[in-house]
């Protein structure tokens, strides 16, 4: 079965897919975890948060199937964190960069497959301004 695999890189939470697909499953845990969930997602914080899912491919495919494919990607994470969160946040994003990285050339490189594995993934971003008065 062809699935997401959700697993930790260097400290970061990561979540790869299998070549061509943009299907989630099983990652449940990577939003519940200890001291996590609550403090990201559910309290006062979150609720001025803008969280961006940002998806990737790696260089297999066209351009436009790999746009398409990173869009997908980035989208079904999208879903699934707002099926948890349910309106918890300032605003919930997706964007689909295909085999670029988010500002010019793929994070890993290409030539190997360990480097196409881990640039077929998402990335999670939340950014919650910092207010000084609280």
């Not at 990652?27 to 609550?38: C, D, I, L, M």
């Amino acid at each position: 079965m062809s699935r997401a695999i959700a697993h930790s890189v260097c400290g970061k939470r990561v979540v790869n897919f299998t070549s061509g697909q943009g299907v989630v499953y099983g990652v449940e845990q990577y939003y519940h975890a200890p001291g996590k969930g609550s403090t990201t997602f559910g309290g006062s914080p979150a609720a001025i948060s803008d969280v961006t899912v940002n998806g990737f491919t790696d260089i297999l495919g066209t351009d436009d199937y790999n746009a398409k494919l990173s869009t997908n990607r980035a989208n079904a994470v999208k879903n699934d964190i707002g099926g948890h969160i349910k309106g918890k946040v300032k605003s919930l994003t997706a964007h689909g960069f295909g085999k670029q990285g988010p500002t010019g050339p793929p994070m890993y490189p290409n030539t190997l497959p360990e480097g196409r594995y881990y640039n077929r993934t998402v990335q999670v971003l939340v950014e919650t301004p910092i207010n000084p008065a609280q």
